[in-house]
């Protein structure tokens, strides 16, 4: 079964945004449970709902940082919360049809996504916010 396992080269520096990082984490091991057949499928409507708001409270915590703090390439980063935004919309229309493929892709998005943004969109203001004191 795939597991993603936080290690702390994931660490943002911001001790909140890596707790959150860590929930969302939860969250996409929990899905991989239900796709590996080992948690009831109904959760997953459920699941994704709580990952939707739980991406929607991180998201603004995080531009919160970036807008206070005027981080030098903060449109960017909101940007690519964007694109999550509206792919999530469309991978949600794509469930309703109980289709296993669909499933997988969504799966697969949010992991490649959620790790990719850490570890890198997200990792690329560690230095701003520690020098302006947010740790």
Not at 20 to 27: A, D
Not at 52 to 60: I, L
Not at 68 to 93: G, M, Q, S, V
């Amino acid at each position: 079964m795939r597991t993603i396992v936080w290690k702390d080269e994931n660490s943002v520096g911001v001790k909140e945004l890596d707790q959150q990082h860590k929930e969302v984490i939860i969250f996409l091991n929990h899905m991989f449970e239900i796709f590996e057949g080992q948690l009831n499928p109904d959760l997953l409507n459920e699941l994704l709902i709580k990952l939707d708001q739980y991406a929607k409270n991180h998201f603004a915590t995080e531009e919160g940082l970036l807008e206070k703090y005027k981080y030098h390439d903060k449109e960017a980063h909101i940007r690519e919360h964007n694109i999550y935004r509206n792919k999530i919309i469309t991978l949600r229309h794509e469930l309703d049809s109980n289709d296993k493929r669909a499933l997988e892709d969504t799966l697969e998005f949010l992991a490649d996504w959620w790790m990719g943004h850490i570890q890198g969109c997200d990792k690329e203001y560690t230095r701003y916010l520690n020098n302006c004191g947010v740790f």
